[in-house]
């Protein structure tokens, strides 16, 4: 079966500080996976994603994730934290591209200036 | 390009009511999904939909759910009669192969 575990249901951190919100997954086969966030009343907007390839994933806001296969993980990180970062991220699992996804719970991500 | 639309926004109803959600994906995507968004958990997918054919609707509680994608562009998804767990946003995605986009999506509170 496929799943998707975030640890922390929060995450807080101060401005212009290293963030990194942690993802690990369970998936027959080669993962695709995928980060979105989500701010209030809105959508789940696409950040990036891991096909195949480099294992150091760069999307969008400055945003990047790790896929790392013996960890099974695929955790989200950004250089210099902004205020404006503080929404709700989600990763996703799917085992195919045509897939559906498997979210996790979310990590509510503070920024604090 | 436009993005993926939904309407209502937002609606309230009271148990044992109907109600119809309406989702357009973006042009050209062949693959739509309906997710349900309970508060505090991460989307569940409801349905999905390749053009007009389901392709999983495994978690779908068809005994009151129901939907639709007749001419293989937008998407109605129905609840009769709902029930106060109901009570959730419904977000509706399409895909080309590969990445998901979301619509804005319908918070429904049942009451």
């Known amino acids: 079966a496929q799943s998707v575990a975030q640890p922390e249901d929060q995450v807080n951190v101060a401005e212009g500080n290293p963030l990194t919100v942690k993802c690990t997954y369970s998936v027959s086969g080669n993962p695709y996976l995928f980060w979105y966030v989500q701010y209030p009343n809105r959508g789940l907007q696409f950040l990036l994603k891991y096909i195949t390839g480099d294992n150091l994933v760069k999307g969008s806001y400055g945003f990047e994730a790790e896929f790392n296969k013996s960890q099974t993980s695929f955790h989200l990180k950004k250089p210099s934290a902004l205020v404006s970062d503080s929404a709700l991220y989600f990763c996703a699992v799917s085992r195919h591209i045509f897939n559906k996804f498997y979210f996790g719970s979310g990590t509510k991500l503070n920024v604090k200036p | 390009e436009a993005g993926v639309a939904q309407s209502p926004r937002y609606k309230i109803i009271e148990k044992r009511q109907s109600v119809a959600f309406w989702c357009n994906p973006i042009s050209g995507h062949a693959t739509l999904y309906w997710y349900q968004q309970i508060l505090g958990q991460g989307p569940k997918l409801l349905i999905q939909f390749q053009n007009n054919g389901v392709v999983d609707d495994s978690q779908l509680p068809k005994d009151r759910f129901s939907a639709e994608r007749l001419k293989g562009v937008d998407s109605t998804l129905k609840i009769q009669p709902a029930k106060l767990e109901d009570s959730a946003v419904y977000l509706c995605?399409?895909?080309?192969?590969?990445?998901?986009?979301f619509g804005p999506g319908t918070r429904l509170l049942v009451l």
């Open positions: 995605a399409s895909s080309q192969p590969g990445t998901q986009y």
